[in-house]
């Protein structure tokens, strides 16, 4: 106990090892969803889904135990969500790479992240793009993986006559995943403790039922209880790099939007846990930042090596700091418990449906949504680089389509008004590169 006092320094946080892993076992259960709707996304993008069970889980045990030893932050880490959504459904479906050469771009984005964290690049980069911009595209991605669990779940299908329409409310999936979502925003707005897990627990066990009474295509408990420890994907990403450099451009582009969507959403949880626990200075610059970037940017090379999507920092991760989670010991319990998820990967791979995974997408969605609460909508500027960012990413089905046309829309806004001067240098370098991306005749 003295050890963990001293490396941890709970005492001068006020805080104690009771509270550390009651903090910890709080922000896994916050999290512990992701166990099921990631293999579910990116099986969506031809993986296999126990391999990506496997990687989810040993990413989020190696992510949070290093962040917790590195930066000693209450910050527990795993496959992020949106940008999960990003692999499966823009690079590899509408783009058509393989995912292997989804995962060659995650690693390389993620070595990138690691030079910009133990450099001054990390400030650069957060100073040249507009609070705005960073708001639209958070709140985009929540709006578009709301989109997918509406799909998948087919409470929305393709219509010839209009695009899309509503499905069909007589099929026994799509009644299981409108009950989900319902009892989930029911236990979302009561604020009960890891609402959107438990949700999905509910709705399997009802799925379970149903099953078992002949209804079909609903959720079952497994046949066979073995551990599958197999993972495929292991080191797959070597062999997408021929194809993913194939086109110099699309290779930037995709880099570019898993590196961004990473980097500003990691910076945003950390910084909006560092307010909540201190750590943010009188100059409003968060200590600790560069370890805490750092373990995160080595969490997403280690993720892409081992088979999934970009490892990201949770910010389902302050249910634990609302417990009174403060310390690394936080983040490393969460690590251990995702580590021992693995020996009941049988029954979540089993009961994990679309249906059951649909709620999961469309809640966190909506809590992704409000950071449009944050723009200055009476600033026509940042209104309309906002509205193109989130119409563009759900109209054409892309995550990284809405990023390049917010940028865009930013850049020339800020221009017609007279205002060139005030745009950072890098936005007009990125504007150049969304220009020749959108030029090339490989446009998506």
Known sequence: MNSLN????????HTNVKTELLAGLTTFLAMAYILGVNPSV????????????????????????????????????????GVNALFAYTICGQMGMSWQAALAAVFLSGLIFVVISVTGIRKLIIDSIPVQLKLAIGAGIGFFIA?????????IVA??????????????????????????????VKKVPAAVFVGMVITA????????????????????????FEMDAAGAFVGGFGEL????????????????????????????????????NSKGELEGAEQALLADS?????GAAIGTSTVTSFVESTSGVGVGGRTGLTAIT???????????????????????????????????????????WENMIYAISTFITVISMILTYSISNGIAFGFIAYAISMLAAGKAKKVHPTVWVLLVIFVLYFATPYFM
Do not use: H
Not at 6 to 13: A, G, Q, V
Not at 147 to 155: L, T
Not at 205 to 228: E, K, Q, R, Y
Not at 349 to 364: D, K
């Open 6 to 13: 001293k490396f941890f320094k709970l005492e001068e946080k």
């Open 42 to 81: 990116l099986g969506d993008a031809g993986m296999n889904v126990p391999s990506v069970f496997m990687a989810t889980a040993l990413s989020a045990a190696f992510g949070s135990i290093l962040m917790g030893l590195l930066a000693n932050y209450p910050v527990a880490l795993a496959a992020g969500m």
């Open 147 to 155: 989109f997918v669990g509406f799909k998948n779940s087919g409470i």
């Open 159 to 188: 219509n010839e006559s209009t695009f899309v329409g509503m499905g069909n409310f007589t099929d026994p999936t799509v009644l299981l995943a409108i009950l989900g979502i319902l009892v989930t925003i029911a236990l979302v």
């Open 205 to 228: 066990i009802v799925g379970i039922i149903c099953g078992a009474f002949g209804i079909d295509g609903m959720p079952a408990l497994p046949t066979d209880w073995s551990l599958n």
């Open 245 to 280: 450099f194939a086109n110099p451009m699309n290779a930037v582009m995709i880099i570019f939007s898993f590196l961004f969507v990473d980097f500003f959403d990691t910076a945003g949880t950390l910084v909006a846990i560092g307010n909540e626990i201190g750590l943010v």
């Open 298 to 302: 080595i969490a997403t090379v280690f």
């Open 334 to 376: 969460t690590g251990v418990l995702f580590a021992l998820s693995i020996f009941i990967s049988p029954i979540l791979l089993s009961a994990i449906t679309n249906a059951v995974t649909a709620p999961a997408l469309i809640v966190v969605g909506v809590m992704m949504a409000q950071q449009l609460r944050g723009i200055e």
